[in-house]
Structures are given as structure tokens and as C-alpha cells.
């Protein structure tokens, strides 16, 4: 239990929540945004929000890889499956397509929609059975890009053509600059993502310091969420910004230079489109020269249709933490995740599957 219980003592939580309630200045509005969907996860499971003074506030940003997905790629993916195998994490089964379609619905009316754990699944698939074109759903971020470009450097070692890759990957500096910019958002510091960070490390939240906005790394237990929030209330009181790891026991300063070199060498840095914040300049990840014959997009000639949200579902609006999933008219009646409307209500990582487990 090293690593876990030492992070759920119930004695020092105390302590960490005595002290964000003791340096809160009563006059001061302190928002927060965690850009993880793990973080929203354990934010609702141990109930931090209900721990914390009544202006100091956690909302959820764009961090569940399946939600920030715009509406127009995952109706791809549906067009894709009509022509070749769909390999994909189990969290893409039940999105909804804007034609009410779901991976889940396909598959029981007899497609062939495969779920892996390891992307590199999905080569020996496409090597056991050369006949047939295999899609492997590449989505998310930072964290789990360098699979996708691994799974992209191996079938190009083999030889293997009969594999493709969604280019859906996105990067997180891009769209934290974004949400800044938006001063309705009001945001004054940052619970920032620990799985991407070990990845990228800590230089990539250097430009939102600049910015006079608290940039904090940290893990996925209650105290580490606790003491990252009264690191941030401390800048914010101190009015000084700077970019603090708070989880050291997984992110070195410098990230993986190992995977961030795959990265280099699989994709290049482009604009492309997020669920609910429209196309943000060099934030998707599409392959390069080199590997564009593994591009999915490219192979079956799919173009933006330009739809990024479905209209009756909130989901661009959670992601933009403009408001709570429990602001949504159709929370937890018309939309619960049996019967899911938006992907933030699909995804093990989304806001509205957050709330509807652990808030309601
Ligand atoms: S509750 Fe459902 S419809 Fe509303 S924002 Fe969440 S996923 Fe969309």
C-alpha cells in the first residue's frame, strides 16, 4: 500500500484542510481548474469540493480525452467502420454519433469493433490478418500519443500496410493558453495533469506562470489534490505565479525525453479541432511526411464536417468549465450513463460521469 495510503491519511487531510480554510482571504474568489479527467475523477470520489471554503472553487477543464473529441471525428470513425475493423480503449464504445450511432450499436448489428489495452494490439492483428484494413483509434493526450507513434514506428519497421492510426492526439500548452484568454472563465490557477506531465515535464506551464497564473503538478490522491489547492491559494494570496511539481515521486522536470522524442519523429504540430473550443492553432498531433501512409484520416479521404458538439448536449460548455455538469437540463434524467447524450457522460474520465457517480 506504499504510495496509496501514505496519500489518503486521514489525519494530515485535516491539517491541509484546516489550512486552506485558515489562509483564505473571505474577499477573495478562488477558481481552479483541473485539466485532467483523473483529477475530476478523484475529485468527485473523495469528495474534495464539499471539504473546501465557499469561494474556493474546482471546475473541470478539458482533460477526458473522449470528451474533447469533436463531434465530427467520432461521426468519422463511424464511416471508417463500414469498410474496416475498429481497434479502440473501451471508453470510445459508447459515444454517441450525431446520427444517434454507437460503436457499441454497430458491433451488435455485427461490425468488427475490437477493444485492446495496448495500442501494439493492434499490429499483430493487422499482421495475423493482411486481407483486412485495421483502424486503431488514436485519441488523448501528451500521455498516451507516444503509443499511437509507437504503434505507427513498429508496423512501419514490419512492413505492415494494412494498419491505421486517427490522428485525434492533442497537446495541453495550447489549450491552457486558450481557457486564459477567456477572461469570462476567470480561472486563477491550474490543478495540472500528472500522467501528461510525466511525459512532458514541468517546461510546458512556464508560458501560464508568465501569466501571473499558479501552474501545479500533481498526483491522484486526496492529499496530493489538497496541498496542491493550498499551494495555489498561497499564490494567489501572494499575488506571485510559478510552476510547482507537487508529485516528484512520478514527474521528473525534464518528462520522458524518450517518448517526446517518438513524438518528434512520428508527428508534427498542427491546428486542429477540440469538442466545445473550436479549432486551437498547434494543439493536434498529425503524422509527418514519413508516416502519413498510417493515417486514417488521409486513407479514407475524410474531411471536418465542421461539427463539433452535438446541439442539445452541454459538453462544450462542461469542458470550458463554464458551468457544472449538474447545470445541464438533461443531468442524470435524459442523459445518465446508461443512456448517455454527451461523451462527458460516456467516459470513465468525463465531468458529467463524475458528478452522476459521485455528486448527485
Ligand atoms: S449531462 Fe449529458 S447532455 Fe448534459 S453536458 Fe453532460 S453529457 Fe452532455
Known amino acids: 500500500m506504499k504510495f496509496v495510503s501514505e496519500f489518503r491519511d486521514r489525519e494530515t487531510a485535516k491539517g491541509l484542510v484546516d489550512a486552506i480554510h485558515k489562509e483564505v482571504c473571505s474577499d477573495e474568489r478562488y477558481r481552479f481548474m483541473e485539466v485532467c479527467g483523473s483529477h475530476t475523477m478523484a475529485i468527485s470520489k473523495f469528495g474534495i469540493r464539499s471539504l473546501l471554503p465557499d469561494n474556493v472553487e474546482l471546475v473541470s477543464g478539458p482533460g477526458c480525452p473522449v470528451c474533447v473529441t469533436p463531434q465530427w471525428e467520432i461521426d468519422a470513425v463511424f464511416r471508417m467502420a463500414e469498410e474496416a475493423v475498429i481497434v479502440t480503449f473501451g471508453d470510445m464504445l459508447r459515444v454517441p454519433g450525431s446520427n444517434g450511432e454507437s460503436l457499441q450499436k454497430l458491433r451488435s448489428e455485427g461490425k468488427d469493433i475490437r477493444i485492446v489495452f495496448s495500442p501494439?494490439?493492434?499490429?499483430?492483428?493487422?499482421?495475423?490478418?493482411?486481407?483486412?484494413?485495421?483502424?486503431?483509434?488514436?485519441?488523448?493526450?501528451e500521455t498516451t500519443a507516444p503509443t499511437s507513434a509507437a504503434l505507427a514506428k513498429s508496423a512501419r519497421m514490419k512492413g505492415v500496410e494494412n494498419l491505421y492510426i486517427t490522428p485525434y492526439s492533442k497537446t495541453v500548452p495550447e489549450v491552457l493558453q486558450v481557457l486564459l484568454d477567456d477572461e469570462s472563465l476567470g480561472i486563477n490557477g491550474f490543478v495540472c495533469p500528472g500522467h501528461v506531465s510525466v511525459i512532458t515535464g514541468l517546461s510546458i506551464y512556464e508560458p501560464v506562470a508568465e501569466r501571473g497564473i499558479?501552474?501545479?503538478?500533481?498526483?491522484?490522491?486526496?492529499?496530493?489534490?489538497?496541498?496542491?489547492?493550498?499551494?495555489?491559494?498561497r499564490q494567489t494570496n501572494s499575488g506571485s505565479a510559478s510552476v510547482v511539481n507537487m508529485y516528484p515521486r512520478v514527474v521528473r522536470p525534464e518528462g520522458n525525453p524518450k517518448a517526446l522524442g517518438l513524438l518528434d519523429e512520428v508527428f508534427r504540430k498542427e491546428d486542429t479541432d477540440w469538442r466545445g473550443l473550436g479549432s486551437i492553432p498547434g494543439s493536434g498531433l498529425r503524422f509527418n511526411d514519413e508516416y502519413s501512409?498510417?493515417?486514417?484520416?488521409?486513407?479514407?479521404?475524410?474531411?471536418?464536417?465542421?461539427?463539433?458538439?452535438?446541439?442539445?448536449?452541454?459538453?462544450?460548455?462542461?469542458?470550458?468549465?463554464?458551468?457544472?455538469?449538474?447545470?445541464?437540463?438533461?443531468?442524470?434524467?435524459?442523459?445518465?450513463?446508461?443512456?448517455?447524450?454527451?461523451?462527458?457522460?460516456?467516459?470513465?474520465?468525463?465531468?458529467?460521469?463524475?458528478?452522476?457517480?459521485?455528486?448527485?
Open 293 to 360: 501512409s498510417f493515417d486514417a484520416l488521409r486513407y479514407f479521404e475524410i474531411e471536418s464536417s465542421g461539427v463539433y458538439d452535438i446541439d442539445v448536449c452541454r459538453c462544450g460548455d462542461v469542458l470550458k468549465g463554464k458551468m457544472s455538469p449538474k447545470e445541464c437540463p438533461l443531468f442524470g434524467d435524459a442523459c445518465t450513463p446508461v443512456n448517455p447524450v454527451g461523451p462527458c457522460m460516456v467516459s470513465s474520465e468525463g465531468s458529467c460521469s463524475a458528478y452522476y457517480k459521485y455528486e448527485r
Open 214 to 233: 499558479g501552474a501545479v503538478v500533481t498526483g491522484f490522491e486526496p492529499l496530493d489534490i489538497l496541498s496542491s489547492v493550498l499551494e495555489l491559494i
Open 120 to 141: 501494439l494490439d493492434t499490429l499483430a492483428m493487422a499482421v495475423k490478418e493482411p486481407e483486412r484494413d485495421f483502424v486503431f483509434l488514436g485519441i488523448g493526450f
